[in-house]
């Protein structure tokens, strides 16, 4: 049995580093052109063994969702102490006092806050 001839792939004259050395080329352009293929592929491998270091990605994410979360928190405190500081404002008058409004309803609350107390209280003592 015979092996079909394959047709003859020419080597690249250029990558991505340069022209290649032709047949003609001296013995310096022959090293040079060894050491950079030798670089090329210590760069190759080096980017194959970061995409394969699963606990270095592991690491990386981890890093990102504890930033993305600090940030989150950050925006939520001061999202918080702005609303509050409009609470404040619509429930005081401009001597720091509780208008009667806001009045009103810290009884309502805390009436509120005292049935619930009292009726848990009860409840405990009814189931056991």
Do not use: C, N, Y
Not at 109 to 128: D, E, I, P, Q, S
Request: charged share 30%; proline share 7%.
């Amino acid at each position: 049995m015979t092996t079909p001839d394959r047709p003859e792939i020419p080597a690249p004259t250029r990558g991505p580093r340069g022209p290649r050395p032709g047949p003609d080329a001296s013995a310096e352009e022959l090293v040079a052109d060894i050491e950079a293929t030798r670089a090329e592929l210590g760069d190759t491998v080096d980017a194959l063994s970061q995409k394969l270091d699963v606990k270095a990605q592991a690491r990386d994410s981890l890093d990102d969702a504890k930033q993305r979360a600090a940030t989150q928190a950050r925006v939520a405190h001061e999202r918080g102490a702005e609303l509050f500081a409009q609470a404040k404002d619509a429930a005081t008058d401009e001597h720091g006092a509780l208008t009667p409004q806001a009045k009103s309803i810290a009884v309502k609350v805390a009436a509120g806050l005292a049935a619930f107390v009292v009726v848990r209280t009860a409840w405990k003592k009814v189931r056991g």
